[in-house]
Every structure is written in structure tokens, then in C-alpha cells.
């Protein structure tokens, strides 16, 4: 199983990039699939959840507004959109799915996540 985000860069305030998140190896149709970031700060945190079907997403308070997460299972891939980007959303963002994965409205956005793909570099300063 092999997971690989994509899709980051340097980009200045106020700026737009979109994650992308493939899966190999693994049939995730069923399952949540969460973004997180971590930050030297702030460690990791979960930033978006998005459930097996796509009917529901969940954001963290900060990306509120800003964020969207998409997925499209034919393509075995699902997306984070970001919008008005703050330097505060500097990090290394990751994306996890797995058969104890879940989506949720309190506490951790997502959790028992345990396939993990390396992370992308997102870098808001100008």
C-alpha cells in the first residue's frame, strides 16, 4: 500500500494550492481519508476529513472557509484545495486512509488512521 501527497510548494500570502493524495495498492472507496499537517510548533494536527463516499467533509477551525476537500475514487485520488492562505498554514502535510478510519465532528478531525503517505512541503511566506 503506498500513499503519496502532492501538490505543495512556496506560495505567498493570500495565495491557492491543491493537494493531491493517490493511493496504490489499496482500495479505499469504503474509507476516510484525512489531511494533516505538522509544524515544528504546533506538531501534527488533523486539518480535513473526508468520508468514503464523499458526502461528508470536516474541516479544523483555522481552515474553515478556506479548505475544501474532494476526492474522486475512480482516480484513486482526493484532494485539498486551499484558499487564502496564511503563513500560519506553513507545514508539511500529509494524507492518511485506512480500514479503522474515521471522520469526526468533535475533537480530532480524523482518527485511527493507519496508512500513512509521505508528506509535501506548504510554505506560505512573501
Known amino acids: 500500500v503506498q500513499l503519496q501527497a502532492s501538490g505543495g510548494g512556496l506560495v505567498q500570502p493570500g495565495g491557492s494550492l491543491r493537494l493531491s493524495c493517490s493511493v496504490s495498492g489499496f482500495t479505499w472507496d469504503y474509507y476516510a481519508v484525512g489531511w494533516f499537517r505538522q509544524t515544528p510548533g504546533k506538531g501534527r494536527e488533523g486539518v480535513s476529513c473526508i468520508t468514503g463516499s464523499g458526502a461528508n467533509a470536516y474541516y479544523t477551525a483555522s481552515v474553515k472557509g478556506r479548505f475544501t476537500i474532494s476526492r474522486d475514487n475512480a482516480k484513486n485520488t482526493v484532494y485539498l484545495q486551499m484558499n487564502s492562505l496564511k503563513p500560519e498554514d506553513t507545514g508539511v502535510y500529509s494524507c492518511?486512509?485506512?480500514?479503522?478510519?474515521?471522520?469526526?465532528?468533535?475533537?480530532?478531525?480524523?482518527?485511527?488512521?493507519?496508512?500513512w503517505g509521505k508528506g509535501t512541503q506548504v510554505t506560505v511566506s512573501s
Open positions: 492518511a486512509t485506512g480500514t479503522t478510519g474515521f471522520c469526526s465532528s468533535y475533537g480530532s478531525i480524523a482518527n485511527g488512521m493507519d496508512v
